[in-house]
């Protein structure tokens, strides 16, 4: 597709409904994105093959679905080492920062072309999340230092808080003091933040309420709280107005809360007979 739904553009999206109210979509274009390994080839493919992503408007562009190409060896028997990517356009443009992929800002279609050199270079793989590819790739140049991708240079984790690189199964945190000699694969680490909620229960104190104060990111089922039998339980609500009524805290919500409970005092038909001997 050559757009990609990015949102409503209406103010009146996030408020309660209260009349018939048009919201109109938002859509990013999307654009192709070319990656050319010549004169080296992506592993396993044959020579000339070239390899395509799609990538929103205004997001980086990554690797994604394909393994970069590694080395070739020239017709003169010289090896040479893949040391990432640069213009299409203008190949002295090369995107690289401290050895790591440094990839431009989608703007328009493009073409990106392998960047080698004849030094011994190895490569460290950084791995945001549970993926088959790597989110960045560093080139390091032997007995170089690699350098630390940091947060700001990720995708966005709403909810979560990094923790540090650890290479697969490591209970320590990578040293980025050592010296690189050979081929590194890094995993990031992500722990929940929690967030809290603040329950106002409009009751006396005999009632109870079993719900937890605190969330996460993945939100949270509501129970019903219980007061007595002069009292029926109506309702969360995010508001203290009874309009925005919630059965759950939604995933992705990434601040706390204030929940308000809504209660009814239930009421009785009682019908008086005179009996036999009344009027």
């Known amino acids: 597709d050559s757009h990609v739904f990015a949102g409503w553009l209406d103010d009146d999206y996030n408020k309660p409904a209260t009349k018939a109210t048009t919201i109109t979509a938002d859509w990013n274009p999307v654009y192709t994105i ?14 000339g ?25 020239d017709a003169q028997h010289v090896k ?41 270079v ?7 999340d549970e993926t088959s590819t790597a989110s960045y790739v560093s080139s390091v140049y032997e007995n170089e230092h690699a350098t630390k991708l ?31 000699t050979s081929d590194v694969d890094l995993f990031a680490k992500w722990t929940k933040d929690s967030y809290t909620v603040n329950y106002v229960l409009n009751c006396s104190d005999e009632c109870t309420n079993s719900n937890a104060d605190e969330f996460t990111v993945d939100g949270m089922p509501l129970s019903n709280p219980e007061w ?4 029926r339980f109506l309702g969360w609500y995010a508001d203290a107005e009874f309009k925005d009524k919630k059965t759950s805290i939604p995933s992705g ?13 239930i009421t009785y038909d009682i019908t008086y007979r005179a009996g036999a001997y009344g009027t």
């Open 122 to 128: 190895f490569t460290v793989r950084f791995y945001e």
């Open 49 to 73: 093959v070239v390899k395509t992503v799609k990538v929103e408007k205004g997001k980086r562009i990554a690797v994604q679905g394909f393994e970069r190409p590694t080395t070739f060896t």
């Open 228 to 231: 007595d039998e002069k009292h």
């Open 253 to 265: 919500l990434t601040d706390g809360i204030t929940l308000y409970a809504e209660w009814e005092t």
């Open 150 to 180: 940091t947060v700001d240079k990720m995708n966005p984790h709403p909810g979560y808080t990094f923790e540090g690189w650890f290479e697969r199964d490591a209970e320590k945190s990578f040293d980025f003091e050592q010296v690189i």
């Open 34 to 47: 070319t990656f050319d390994a010549a004169p080296g080839t992506f592993p396993n493919e044959a020579s």
């Open 80 to 120: 040479y080492n893949f040391m990432g990517w640069a213009n299409g356009d203008d190949p002295s443009i090369l995107y690289v920062e401290n050895g790591l992929d440094n990839l431009p800002i989608a703007k328009e279609n493009m073409t990106l072309v392998a960047a080698w050199t004849t030094a011994p």
